[in-house]
């Protein structure tokens, strides 16, 4: 770890640049906190705040580490983010011992932890949350220092903001679709076996919005295969709707992917010798209780199109009719895997203009993306490293997709 002083320095003047420029209190405070926690070399932390609907009940919107809170919270007075948030005052657990306070002890869904800071956040009318910053058995121990550093973000995002912000209206997740826990996949070529994710631990909710992003290599997609049952993890649990899939055979991930997800591809995926409704009325055939492919093809506004080959239609037309396939299914969850990246800016946001509308009727939308402005619609953004989960932010202010510029 650099020397204290230095370190100090660094990170005051990193956190004092991040919230000058900053916009919003969750900007300010989720910059902080990366930057923070690349200076204090923490493995993980994480943003709380009180949901004023729910007796201030602490709920996480943003954290860094391997690791899913989304249903994670905690109770004003239970456990070191309780405590703090009741107190107002900041709490320094330097060499944890969990088997002394239990509450502590699952603070970070079961993440290891030797060490603690959590310290309390607010504008100048009302107190707001915590923010919790972590560190497990493999990394060096909190000091007095860092933990100086940590309080004085705090202090300094405070002061940035107007006594009329506050944060906006909790997201409310539905109940659980899927259930990822240790999920690893290898690949083996001769005697080379590479690791391409780690131990994945991710629910996946319905009527949600839920966006895989990450760079190329990250275990993204591969996640996004286990999930739509077209990969088989090396390892891990994976269940749908509380059924295990962890050990099914292909026959059984084959009625899986029919009855229960839809896809969207890149690069479209359509049968050039049949005009788009053949192409609804081919899937519709093989589901139980489609949806009539007229209708499908009226959501993403193709029906004059119903006719027409994939020959004839633009790239942005043949993605929505990929959509209209996608949704004639009925499925409980369309996976989504780099559905705008051969397109242009105008038709991808058309084409994500459509994928709106699918996540307003109800449907979980699972999307891998490249793309960090896409994002700003999600209800959840997962960020992938190295083939873990790496960083998690809750949307509370999910944008539209004509609000996207890139």
Known sequence: MENSTLLIYKAIGAVQNIISNATTLDEALQESLKAIVSHSGSQGGAIWYADKS???RLRPFYWIGPVDLTRRSHVPGDGSVGRVFESQKAERIFDFNPLEDVETAIDFAGMPVSSMVCVPFSNNVEDLGVIQFVNGPNSEPFNDEIADVMEIMAMMAAIAIAENEALAEPWQPGEIVMELRDITREFQNGDII???LKGVNLDVYEGEFLV???ESGCGKSTLLNIIGGMDSATSGTFTYLDKDLSNATQDELTEFRRDNVGFIFQSYNLMPNLTALQNLKLIAELVEN???????LEV????ERKKNYPSQMSGGQQQRVSIARALVKNPKIILADEPTAALDYATSIEVLQVMEEVVKRGTTLVMVTHNEE??????RVVRMRDGRMHEVTINRRPAHATDLVW
């Open 54 to 56: 729910d007796g201030n």
């Open 374 to 379: 896409i994002t700003r619609m999600a209800d």
């Open 300 to 303: 993403v506004g193709l029906e």
């Open 212 to 214: 895989l992003l990450g």
């Open 194 to 196: 590479t690791k391409v």
């Open 290 to 296: 489609p949806m009539d492919s007229d209708t499908a």
